[in-house]
């Protein structure tokens, strides 16, 4: 499944429908907030790249509890690391990093995930 996601949204520019159902049926609608979606693995430089754009203000991980022990230069939170390290060297302000995967404590597991990697370096 590595990189469905963005293969499926590059065709229609990051558009997609929200379906919300409630009492009384079901709405639905395009959002429009989704500029691009990346997949680490298939190299780091373009990713780290979008990560330290000024313009980015969301940076949303769905990776594998395999992932977050991944220290490969084009895993997931290596490569967060590096362009969240190009931010901070531009001057510019922090992100928002959500974890969107089904692990319990995700953002915890990220945030000491970076820590332990920043230190290692």
């Known amino acids: 499944v590595e990189g469905v996601c963005r293969d499926a949204l590059a065709p229609q520019q990051g558009l997609f429908t929200l379906a919300e ?24 430089a ?26 490969g230069p084009n895993d997931a939170l290596p490569t967060l690391l590096r362009g969240l390290a190009q931010r901070q060297a531009l ?6 990093v959500m974890s969107l995967d089904n692990l319990s404590r995700n953002g915890e597991h990220t945030r000491l995930r970076l820590l332990a990697l920043g230190e290692a370096q």
């Open 91 to 96: 001057g510019l302000p922090g992100v928002t």
């Open 46 to 71: 373009a990713l780290e790249a979008q990560i330290a754009h000024p313009a980015t203000r969301i940076v949303s991980l769905t990776i594998t509890e395999k992932g977050y022990a991944g220290s």
């Open 21 to 44: 159902r409630d009492a009384n049926g079901e709405t639905l609608r395009i959002p429009g907030a989704l500029l691009s979606a990346e997949f680490a693995g298939d190299g780091s």
